[in-house]
Each structure stands twice: as structure tokens, then as C-alpha cells.
């Protein structure tokens, strides 16, 4: 896109960038947790 991009070390580790291909986003929004919001995951 003509601009440099920079990655940085975040202070949260549950912080991140995925990126996926056509396939990849296909099967990820064919499971049954997609979307769920569901964030019992995530820990103080």
C-alpha cells in the first residue's frame, strides 16, 4: 500500500494480527465457535 509498516512487541500477549487466505477463512467461518464471542479464554 506505499507505506512502511512496523511491528512492535506488544504489552498484551493475547494481542495479535492474523491474516488468512480464501481457504483458510472458509473453514475458520464453518465452525461452530465462530463469532460465539465467547472470551472465557482470556485471563486478568
Avoid: E
Avoid at 512502511?4 to 464453518?30: E, S, T
Avoid at 460465539?36 to 482470556?42: E, K, L, V
Amino acid at each position: 500500500m506505499g507505506m512502511p509498516i512496523k511491528f512492535r512487541r506488544v504489552l498484551n500477549h493475547h494481542a495479535g494480527c492474523y491474516f488468512l487466505n480464501a481457504d483458510q477463512m472458509a473453514h475458520w467461518a464453518n465452525q461452530p465457535y465462530f463469532l460465539d464471542r465467547d472470551t472465557s479464554f482470556i485471563s486478568s
